[in-house]
């Protein structure tokens, strides 16, 4: 069983910047493709961004440039830095998991918690 845990949220002015965490646990990353969506209130999840077992990563357009994914497998740690960050930007951000899916739909089978990213004006 996979277990993911989410941390690095917090309020912060637009402008800034953050690095969400996500700990793997159960099972070794490298299994694994990683994804970071997004829920804002009163609205879908939607997709963030992914970076595959073999590292190729992929984002929403909404995000491109000011979003990195990163793994760290020897730490079991994926990463998502958030640079110039915007008042939309705010939402409870999710980790997930899948070792055959990749994509930007919600089909991964491992999800975290979720961590509140607050970006005020």
């Known amino acids: 069983q996979v277990q993911l845990l989410e941390s690095g949220g917090g309020l912060v002015q637009a402008g800034g910047s953050l690095r969400l965490s996500c700990a793997v646990s159960g099972r070794t990353l490298t299994n694994y493709h990683m994804a970071w969506f997004r829920q804002a209130p009163g609205k879908e999840r939607e997709f963030v961004a992914v970076i595959t077992r073999n590292r190729i990563t992929r984002y929403a357009e909404s995000v491109k440039g000011r979003f990195a994914i990163s793994r760290d497998n020897a730490k079991n740690t994926v990463y998502l830095q958030m640079n110039n960050l915007k008042p939309e930007d705010s939402a409870v951000y999710y980790c997930?998991?899948?070792?055959?899916?990749?994509?930007?739909?919600?089909?991964?089978?491992?999800w975290g918690q979720g961590t509140q990213v607050t970006v005020s004006s």
């Open positions: 997930a998991a899948d070792p055959i899916f990749a994509g930007t739909r919600e089909e991964y089978d491992y």
